[in-house]
């Protein structure tokens, strides 16, 4: 093949014909060891309104992923067509390295490989370039991967060990691999300390499994212990994640360790407590257990000594791996300093910005007594008779001191104006002060709610730790397939861990101080569920709660604090319990008296909106700021975009275009009007040019007889291409199967009219296009 043909090809072309035959000339495995068009990140949300988007210009897909076996990625290639050099590919290659953590990146055109070695000797090239002969072979770059991650030929075995596979060809994602292999890693290389940190919604008891599954397969280790702080964390892992563990998996009942089991999920509460005899861990030996991982470990580690920290003295030579979305550090409290920095870490930020991750949209609600505050009058008593402290109150003491029953409902009624605005189904978490602030938000809101309350008595429920009712109804709130309860008011039981994938609405009345409870409060929202149309999720905010957003602790690395001298205890000490925090980890009964005031006005000071920005930060943005703000990047003015549109044989490229920056120009048709054509949107939108209708366009081009050089027949034909624009829009008349519709079809089939018509099909395209230039000429 000459040059000038190897140029015509496509990239997919170069790929088939030189790119993977010389892959797997070298050796590799076409089946088990080249994952070909490999999808690492979908790309982020975009929110604006009530609307999102996908931003595929920021998906990442690597074009080969090279394993050494399932699971175990060493490196990557990118592929380009031959009018790009051999080394055009190697930047997106590095993209795609850095974030599998491999060692090797190759770029190719088809002539030869471009490849970039991070274990290069000292004096070697990094990067070099050679033919399509001399690919490496499987055992090279594995021995560069060794290298690059410190793997011993001792610990090869344990490391590639093969993940479990279910036969379904689910594949986890690259930062579950990361994770799990960084994991199993340490745990070769004898490190008996280990710290995890994934955000909420990332898929932690997924990859606690492949974990577990893969070290217990090796037989590196034989028992295991999952430690969780709640019933239900036990019970969905027990019949999700875990459940390929089977008849060699038990969870420990009745206060009894049965030996005859592998695999045991606990809670913290059913295997120690207060006196020596609640300690049931201490019934069997203290070698026991060789692997015990401690889910949701910030809670334990922080506030209580006795729930996990004895349990893991007592086990001292196992393995011990703490599981935590929100690493806590403090002055006090440390887990960092029990396991030691993290093996791996995936922040909420980065599982949004790759698009695994929900986005969310806040919208803050200031009411005139939080912000104002407001002193009672001088001997004025409460509802009960009781006199009223004479003081002023403001935002920290509603509903934890001061009860004002119109708080609560203006509070409740903003609730359901959201979701009457939107969508009154969507599952809904109202966060309130305590269980009795619990209460009152339920009965305002079924007040609020109406109809919809009288139509299911279970459309509002509070989900409390004391509420044997609510808590029955757990399991229909986070099913998916479960219209009830639709809003679930809480204190504390729903912060951590509760699986409510289709949680869209998260209402804050509660005042947070605590960063590591506010993280797992958005946790509750992060999940996208693609099949109930979950995109993103709303923060409605009524105690400033969000501001916490704003500080540099929110997803910033974890730092320990506690730095003990030479005489302390290298053990942090326990810190008294926040005010949010309870220490049982359930929900605590109010102790502090309260005074209800039901007469008192209360009203809405400001209301704004506020969405998550590309660098992390709110912002206020509309879509159409977001939209014009995007168009300009793809055309960098009204002439560029006249041109471009103009040139383009099917405007639906242009569209598409647009539509990889999450752009849906059906979006802006809701901002604009119904009426308008892509072109005129794009143009008002971006180019702030006056718009027209699509019936205006058609009409002047009516008027303006362009039709006479054509036949009768052909101009019947033109003519109802220019009705279809003017009821439809442009990709309409683009698709030839528009002539298998009315009025097309009473005129002939597609092949008379293309042939018979027009004389051919590139001169009936030829005259689609004259009349789509006809459309936009006085724009242009």
């Not at 089946?31 to 068009?37: A, F, G, M, N, P």
């Not at 120009?665 to 971006?686: Q, R, S, T």
Request: glycine share 6%; with cysteine.
């Amino acid at each position: 093949m000459n040059s000038k043909e190897k140029k015509e090809l496509s990239e997919a072309d170069i790929k088939a014909k030189f790119i993977t035959p010389a892959i797997v000339k070298a050796g590799w495995d076409e089946l088990t060891q080249i994952r070909r068009e490999v999808t690492l990140t979908p790309g982020p949300v975009v929110v604006r309104g009530n609307l999102s988007s996908r931003n595929k210009k920021k998906k990442k897909f690597a074009d080969y992923v090279l394993q050494k076996e399932k699971g175990v990625p060493i490196a990557v290639v990118e592929a380009k067509d031959n009018n790009h050099t051999i080394s055009d590919g190697m930047q997106q290659a590095l993209g795609y390295g850095d974030l599998l953590d491999v060692p090797c990146a190759f770029s190719s055109n088809g002539d030869g490989f471009a490849s970039h070695n991070k274990t290069a000797a000292p004096g070697e090239d990094i990067e070099t370039e050679f033919g399509l002969d001399t690919f490496p072979s499987p055992d090279e770059l594995w021995r560069r991967y060794k290298l690059f991650r410190g793997i011993t030929d001792a610990q090869e075995a344990l490391v590639t060990e093969p993940y479990y596979d279910d036969g379904s060809k689910k594949e986890p994602r690259y930062y579950q691999v990361e994770a799990i292999n960084r994991v199993v890693e340490k745990v070769a290389q004898g490190d008996k300390r280990l710290l995890l940190v994934m955000a909420t919604g990332t898929g932690k008891t997924y990859t606690t499994f492949q974990i577990i599954y893969r070290l217990w397969k090796a037989k590196k280790v034989k028992r295991v212990l999952f430690l969780v702080d709640r019933n239900i964390l036990a019970d969905q892992t027990l019949v999700n994640d875990f459940k390929p563990f089977g008849s060699v998996m038990t969870k420990i009942r009745n206060r009894k360790i049965d030996p005859a089991y592998e695999i045991y999920l606990g809670l913290y509460q059913s295997l120690t407590g207060p006196y020596e005899e609640d300690k049931i861990f201490k019934s069997v030996k203290r070698d026991f257990f060789d692997l015990i991982v401690i889910d949701e470990c910030h809670r334990g580690s922080a506030n209580e000594d006795s729930a996990w920290k004895e349990i893991l003295e007592y086990f001292d030579s196992s393995i011990q791996l703490g599981l935590t979305a929100t690493p806590k550090e403090t002055k006090y409290a440390s887990n960092i300093t029990y396991f030691g920095e993290p093996v791996y870490t995936y922040s909420l930020k980065q599982g949004i910005q790759d698009g695994f991750l929900a986005p969310y949209k806040v919208v803050r609600i200031d009411i005139d007594k939080d912000l104002q505050g407001w002193t009672p009058p001088a001997g004025m008593t409460d509802d009960l008779g009781n006199a009223i402290e004479q003081r002023e109150y403001n935002q920290v003491d509603m509903d934890r001191v001061l009860v004002l029953n119109k708080r609560t409902k203006l509070v409740a009624e903003r609730v359901m104006k959201l979701l009457n605005a939107t969508d009154p189904f969507q599952k809904t978490i109202v966060f309130c002060e305590d269980i009795d602030h619990a209460e009152r938000m339920r009965k305002a809101i079924v007040n609020a709610a109406g109809p919809l309350a009288k139509e299911n008595s279970k459309y509002v429920m509070r989900i409390t730790g004391d509420s044997v009712e609510g808590k029955a109804e757990l399991d229909n709130f986070i099913d998916p397939e479960s219209k009830y309860p639709v809003i679930a008011t809480t204190s504390e039981l729903l912060t951590t861990g509760v699986d409510a994938k289709t949680c869209k609405l998260i209402v804050l009345d509660k005042t947070i101080n605590s960063m590591t409870t506010f993280k797992q409060i958005v946790g509750r929202g992060t999940r996208i569920d693609e099949s109930q149309n979950k995109f993103f999720f709303t923060i409605l905010d009524f105690k400033k709660a969000t501001e916490l957003f704003k500080d540099p602790e929110f997803d910033g690395d974890p730092v320990v604090i506690y730095e003990p001298g030479d005489d302390d205890d290298p053990v942090p000490p326990d810190p008294p319990p926040d005010d949010d925090e309870p220490s049982e980890g359930d929900d605590g009964e109010p102790t502090i008296k309260k005074f209800v005031v039901s007469g008192l006005e209360v009203r809405v000071l400001a209301e704004r909106v506020e969405y998550l920005g590309e660098d992390g930060q709110m912002i206020t943005e509309s879509y159409r700021d977001y939209s014009r703000k995007n168009i300009l990047k793809e055309f960098t003015s009204l002439d560029d975009f006249l041109q471009k549109w103009n040139g383009a044989k099917k405007k639906a490229a242009i569209l598409e275009a647009l539509a990889e920056y999450g752009i849906e120009l059906p979006n802006l048709v809701k901002e604009v009007g119904k009426d308008y054509g892509d072109f005129d949107l794009i143009c008002h939108i971006a180019f702030d040019q006056p718009p027209l209708t699509r019936s205006e366009r058609a009409y002047n081009v009516k008027k303006r007889n362009y039709f006479t050089k054509y036949g009768d027949r052909a101009r019947e034909v033109l003519e109802a291409l220019l009705d279809k624009y003017a009821d439809e829009g442009i990709t309409s008349i683009e698709n030839n199967n528009v002539l298998k519709l009315d009025p097309f079809k009473q005129l002939g089939t597609p092949v008379e009219i293309i042939n018979g018509v027009f004389g051919g099909k590139a001169q009936y395209e030829a005259a689609v296009q004259e009349l789509e230039t006809e459309l936009f000429k006085q724009a242009s």
